[in-house]
């Protein structure tokens, strides 16, 4: 069976704290992906990455990073957490020859930034 | 450039009911079109997909066909299940090779 795991189900931090969201996944995928997800916008894509230490920016990366240093690990970083962070954030990935389309997704973290 | 725009939620029905979710799509090319169905508590999973024109994705009793010339995709379903609740996610595999969502349906059924 195909497994993402995230880190947290619920975290709840402070405006400008550093926030680390960690996805893991053991399928040996290539691609890594960082969605948020909001009511009435549907998922945003904020960062993907097509292999190890490779990142590529996606629609709504400001204030956002990411590190993937092993192949199954891609974390998101908030630097400095702000109330408009607070949100869904859902991790993925794919298999190269799977294409982008196929792409499995973890439980997700909510994050709750006061 | 590339959107997805499917039907405002909620939609609730009882149960056995036909459902259709709509959705219609902007695209330059012809992209891959998806279903995702995302239960309660979970993240998102493939429920069916298309990749050309006239091209019919199905799974679970569900179906969606591919249809150019109105850049649609609706879905549909004959008798739904208490256990079909969940938020439906209409998506395109984008000409930029990434996949665009729609903003997501919520499907409540009573029993």
């Known amino acids: 069976d195909v497994k993402v795991t995230q880190s947290s189900r619920y975290l709840v931090k402070r405006t400008g704290e550093k926030v680390f969201l960690e996805c893991v996944q053991d399928m040996d995928h290539e691609n890594m992906f960082w969605y948020r997800q909001d009511p009435g916008l549907g998922l945003r894509l904020i960062y993907f990455?097509?292999?190890?230490?490779?990142?590529e920016k996606g629609d709504i990366p400001e204030g956002y990073s990411v590190s993937r240093e092993k192949k199954e690990r891609f974390s998101l970083i908030l630097e400095s957490a702000s109330t408009n962070q607070t949100s869904m954030y859902l991790c993925a990935s794919s298999s190269r020859q799977g294409g982008l389309e196929t792409q499995y997704f973890g439980p997700g973290t909510r994050l709750l930034v006061l | 450039g590339d959107s997805v725009t499917q039907m405002e939620g909620p939609v609730t029905l009882s149960e056995e009911a036909f459902l259709t979710i709509n959705c219609t799509y902007t695209?330059?090319?012809?992209?891959?079109l998806f279903w995702y169905v995302q239960y309660p508590g979970e993240g998102l999973q493939l429920l069916l997909k298309a990749t050309k024109a006239d091209d019919k994705g199905s799974n679970k009793g569900f179906e969606a066909t591919y249809r150019k010339e109105t850049t649609s995709f609706h879905l549909e379903k004959g008798s739904v299940q208490v256990s079909d609740s969940a938020v439906y996610f209409c998506?395109?595999?984008?000409?930029?090779?990434?996949?665009?969502f729609g903003s997501g349906t919520r499907l409540s059924i009573r029993p």
């Open positions: 695209a330059t090319g012809y992209p891959s």
């Open positions: 990455s097509y292999d190890v230490k490779m990142k």
């Open positions: 998506a395109l595999g984008s000409s930029a090779s990434k996949i665009i």
